[in-house]
């Protein structure tokens, strides 16, 4: 059988941050209590009217720009007509006519290499309600009906579930830096519909395409990578043809796709302008003072981290991941900290302490002034690896600089003269310790490390203890 390409397209909704959803003036939140954030627009009662929520607008445009996409130059709204229990109104308010953005393109890395991903376009609409399905009974839920939604529909260019993943960080990461929207997937508020097919290796004609509805982040890889394993499947036994243009779901008990029904045909949604919502134009001005509002994004910090900082790509794929993370970092870069040995703090001891307390590093009480008084005091020696971390605990618990815990009495001891001294005592009185080690017994030399930490309380420079141990002993 011939090698195949699998060839994947991805849909991807985002839920968009804002003090109001996209047309009525509702609360924008996520909520546990069902009905708790709606307004007479969102059930769709009869004489309510949308209103356009700018912000949602702005941002739209916000992610045309970094997806390289074409805006257009009015902005309109259709209605898309299909009936469905979570959709009250009958139609949905998105757009189809003009797009806030077509045909983009950016670049991702995955596997360390670059990868082109083609944007077909990329429309803001409102979300539906959800559906609680019980035993004997469905529940609505209109708490997310008319939650702003940024939908970005790629083209068929995608050739692993590697590439897929690795795009969805990526736009998930700009999401997160712009503060367009939190793209929190433990609150659902990323889901995607995956197309996936395969063709010969040298064909190029695109095999028959299926469409996979909803996923949730959580199940992406797991749905491409089953629907793949049962395509070739199928081809390998003869079988193909049973391979049908259709809609199927991941289920997750089973961790494979299940159909739901057949696609034959575009369905006919009826799209027409939305004759509530008047067009306006979208002027250079508006583009203009929209790009202002972009930050340095994680993919432009990379490469910062990499080549100006010189810092490894496992820390550095680590920092960018959040921009407060990175923020911080490069407060404490720009303070005078060492990169290195900031990274190594951030991504050890801080990280674990963040994820324990279960706060973001905003509400972290050791600004990076505070973390460099604990490394400056331990690179000048007055303090120990050790200290350092117990002064790091103590200042966060009692909520105090460091620097009220770096005194004389708990200094690090690195006076070669005074640890030379200690040591030649300590040998003095274990000759036979020392013949013990020299004929190969070497956990000897930790016994004499630990010796002079006894004697010092713990306070001996362990650098400086141990090069003095090894002139004397290495004999």
Same mark, same amino acid.
């Not at 060492?338 to 302490?353: M, Q, R």
């Given at each position: 059988?011939?090698?195949?390409?699998?060839?994947?397209?991805?849909?991807?909704?985002?839920?968009?941050?804002?003090?109001?959803?996209?047309?009525?003036?509702?609360?924008?939140?996520?909520?546990?209590?069902?009905?708790?954030?709606?307004?007479?627009?969102?059930?769709?009662?009869?004489?309510?009217?949308?209103?356009?929520?700018?912000?949602?607008?702005?941002?739209?445009?916000?992610?045309?720009?970094?997806?390289?996409?074409?805006?257009?130059?009015?902005?309109?709204?259709?209605?898309?007509?299909?009936?469905?229990?979570?959709?009250?109104?009958?139609?949905?308010?998105?757009?189809?006519?003009?797009?806030?953005?077509?045909?983009? =393109?950016?670049?991702?890395?995955?596997?360390?290499?670059? @990868?082109?991903?083609?944007?077909?376009?990329?429309?803001?609409?409102?979300?539906?309600?959800?559906?609680?399905?019980?035993?004997?009974?469905?529940?609505?839920?209109?708490?997310?009906?008319?939650?702003?939604?940024?939908?970005?529909?790629?083209?068929?260019?995608?050739?692993?579930?590697?590439?897929?993943?690795?795009?969805?960080?990526?736009?998930? =990461?700009?999401?997160?830096?712009?503060?367009?929207?939190?793209?929190?997937?433990?609150?659902?508020?990323?889901?995607?519909?995956?197309?996936?097919?395969?063709?010969?290796?040298?064909?190029?004609?695109?095999?028959?395409?299926?469409?996979?509805?909803?996923?949730?982040?959580?199940?992406?890889?797991?749905?491409?990578?089953?629907?793949?394993?049962?395509?070739?499947?199928?081809?390998?036994?003869?079988?193909?043809?049973?391979?049908?243009?259709?809609?199927?779901?991941?289920?997750?008990?089973?961790?494979?796709?299940?159909?739901?029904?057949?696609?034959?045909?575009?369905?006919?949604?009826?799209?027409?302008?939305?004759?509530?919502?008047?067009?306006?134009?979208?002027?250079?001005?508006?583009?203009?003072?929209?790009?202002?509002?972009?930050?340095?994004?994680?993919?432009?910090?990379?490469?910062?981290?990499?080549?100006?900082?010189?810092?490894?790509?496992?820390?550095?794929?680590?920092?960018?991941?959040?921009?407060?993370?990175?923020?911080?970092?490069?407060?404490?870069?720009?303070?005078?900290?060492? @990169?290195?040995?900031?990274?190594?703090?951030?991504?050890?001891?801080?990280? =674990?302490?963040?994820?324990?307390?279960?706060?973001?590093?905003?509400?972290?009480?050791?600004?990076?002034?505070?973390?460099?008084?604990?490394?400056?005091?331990?690179?000048?020696?007055?303090?120990?690896?050790?200290?350092?971390?117990?002064?790091? =605990?103590?200042?966060?618990?009692?909520?105090?600089?460091?620097?009220?815990?770096?005194?004389?009495?708990?200094?690090?001891?690195?006076?070669?003269?005074?640890?030379?001294?200690?040591?030649?005592?300590?040998?003095?009185?274990?000759?036979?310790?020392?013949?013990?080690?020299?004929?190969?017994?070497?956990?000897?030399?930790?016994?004499?490390?630990?010796?002079?930490?006894?004697?010092?309380?713990?306070?001996?420079?362990?650098?400086?203890?141990?090069?003095?141990?090894?002139?004397?002993?290495?004999?």
């Amino acid at each position: 059988m011939k090698k195949q390409t699998v060839v994947i397209g991805i849909e991807m909704h985002c839920e968009l941050k804002s003090n109001s959803k996209v047309f009525s003036t509702a609360k924008n939140g996520y909520s546990v209590i069902p009905n708790e954030n709606i307004q007479a627009l969102d059930m769709a009662f009869p004489g309510t009217m949308p209103m356009v929520n700018m912000k949602c607008v702005r941002d739209a445009l916000k992610m045309s720009m970094i997806l390289n996409c074409k805006q257009p130059e009015y902005m309109y709204f259709d209605r898309k007509n299909y009936y469905y229990p979570d959709l009250p109104k009958g139609y949905q308010i998105t757009q189809s006519t003009c797009p806030v953005g077509v045909h983009g =393109s950016i670049e991702i890395i995955c596997d360390g290499k670059p @990868v082109k991903v083609d944007i077909a376009d990329i429309h803001l609409e409102e979300d539906t309600a959800s559906l609680d399905h019980l035993d004997n009974m469905s529940l609505l839920d209109y708490n997310r009906c008319g939650v702003p939604l940024l939908e970005l529909v790629t083209e068929p260019c995608l050739h692993s579930a590697d590439e897929v993943m690795a795009f969805l960080e990526h736009i998930r =990461s700009i999401y997160q830096y712009c503060d367009i929207s939190d793209a929190d997937t433990k609150k659902g508020q990323i889901r995607c519909d995956i197309n996936v097919s395969i063709m010969d290796e040298d064909s190029k004609e695109l095999g028959t395409k299926v469409e996979v509805k909803g996923v949730d982040f959580s199940g992406v890889r797991g749905t491409i990578e089953a629907e793949i394993k049962r395509q070739i499947a199928l081809k390998e036994a003869g079988r193909y043809d049973e391979v049908e243009q259709e809609t199927r779901r991941w289920d997750e008990e089973t961790q494979s796709t299940i159909r739901m029904r057949s696609k034959v045909d575009a369905i006919d949604y009826k799209y027409f302008i939305e004759p509530n919502i008047p067009k306006f134009r979208i002027t250079k001005r508006l583009l203009d003072d929209i790009r202002q509002e972009i930050p340095v994004l994680a993919y432009e910090r990379r490469q910062k981290y990499l080549n100006e900082y010189h810092l490894d790509e496992e820390n550095t794929n680590i920092i960018i991941k959040d921009i407060k993370m990175a923020n911080y970092f490069e407060e404490c870069i720009k303070i005078g900290l060492d @990169v290195k040995t900031t990274a190594n703090w951030l991504n050890g001891i801080i990280t =674990s302490y963040l994820y324990r307390e279960d706060i973001t590093i905003n509400d972290f009480y050791l600004k990076p002034e505070y973390l460099k008084q604990i490394i400056d005091a331990m690179n000048e020696g007055a303090i120990s690896s050790k200290q350092a971390k117990e002064i790091f =605990s103590k200042s966060l618990e009692e909520r105090k600089e460091p620097k009220n815990y770096i005194s004389n009495d708990n200094k690090q001891v690195s006076d070669e003269k005074v640890i030379e001294d200690i040591i030649d005592n300590i040998l003095s009185q274990n000759e036979d310790n020392i013949r013990a080690y020299q004929n190969g017994k070497t956990n000897m030399f930790d016994f004499f490390v630990g010796q002079v930490m006894k004697e010092t309380k713990g306070k001996a420079n362990p650098i400086i203890t141990k090069e003095l141990l090894h002139k004397k002993i290495d004999k």
